[in-house]
């Protein structure tokens, strides 16, 4: 249904991010249920009426990296991404580890390869990237891999790109992730510039945040574990059991929007129902806007 000048979305993505599983279900600290935000989480998306494209996952999948963590996170996602019919993109983040994500989540041999990967949803290429340093938390996208994502954007994609990555090539306001930052992020601008990357998306910050980098839009999605309390002074964030959110991105020719989608939610009002759009749907535009836009 278009009553204004944009057409439908050609693409949905729900981005999602930071779920921090651990081995046995184990809260997270002795007091985060992840499990159980996670299972909110992905039943708020499957209320969704639009099917996603996509269901992207930037990292931090598991806390500690552990095998039972990475089959947990399977068995919990796998079935509503069956349901939706909708592939299932993971990133790799400082939390995880290489081997074991590789070997225990996407069935390949447990290398410290970087966990990359290209997806074409429907003109759409997605691109996910590995900026995990083993051993550390910071981020990096090393030389072979800033060479491989040139060779892979050399040819533009009919919709365009988006990047998938843990640490978002942003600035932060609360110091601590200042150290924890992705390094060299010139060196990225230098491999995408030119490029027909139109988005990309980030976690890492358990706060959502948005900005440009190298001239394309930065989405940052808050956690699915936890949450940052970023309204308290810069050297006093700390973690807080709410706000927990998942992005929904949708694609269209000219643009890419990113909507912050709470999990936690009330009963809505029913203002708007399905009568008010059937009843707008049979008006000229002109008409629509007498009987919605003019002020009485």
């Given at each position: ?248 991105v949708h694609v269209y020719d000219d643009t890419i929007t990113h909507t912050v989608v709470p ?16 009843r707008m749907a049979v008006l000229t535009p002109q008409e629509r806007l007498e009987a919605f836009?003019?002020?009485?």
């Amino acid at each position: 249904m278009q009553f204004g000048q944009h057409a439908p979305a050609r693409r949905t993505i729900v981005h999602l991010s930071d779920t921090h599983l651990l081995a046995g279900g184990a809260a997270l600290g002795g007091r985060y249920a992840v499990e159980e935000h996670l299972r909110e989480t992905l039943a708020r998306v499957e209320q969704l009426e639009q099917r996603p494209d996509a269901l992207v996952f930037t990292g931090d999948l598991t806390d500690l990296g552990e095998p039972d963590a990475y089959a947990r996170l399977r068995a919990i996602v796998d079935p509503v991404a069956e349901r939706l019919g909708a592939p299932i993109v993971w990133v790799a983040g400082n939390h995880d580890e290489r081997p074991q994500m590789r070997r225990d989540l996407l069935g390949l041999e447990p290398t410290q390869e970087p966990v990359t990967g290209v997806w074409d949803l429907g003109g759409l290429r997605l691109i996910a990237l590995d900026s995990t340093v083993p051993g550390w938390h910071h981020g990096e996208i090393d030389a072979a891999q800033r060479e491989w994502l040139r060779a892979e954007l050399a040819e533009p994609a009919p919709l365009g790109t988006i990047l998938a990555l843990h640490h978002p090539p942003l600035p932060s306001h609360v110091p601590l992730f200042d150290i924890l930052e992705l390094k060299d992020q010139d060196l990225l601008a230098e491999a995408i510039r030119g490029s027909d990357v139109r988005a990309i998306l980030a976690g890492h910050l358990h706060y959502s945040m948005n900005g440009t980098f190298a001239g394309v839009p930065v989405s940052v999605a808050a956690a699915t574990c936890y949450t940052m309390d970023v309204a308290r002074p810069a050297l006093r964030v700390n973690g807080m059991d709410a706000g927990q959110s998942f992005h929904l991105v949708h694609v269209y020719d000219d643009t890419i929007t990113h909507t912050v989608v709470p999990v936690a939610a009330a009963e809505p009002a029913t203002f708007f129902a399905p009568e008010f759009y059937e009843r707008m749907a049979v008006l000229t535009p002109q008409e629509r806007l007498e009987a919605f836009s003019r002020k009485r």
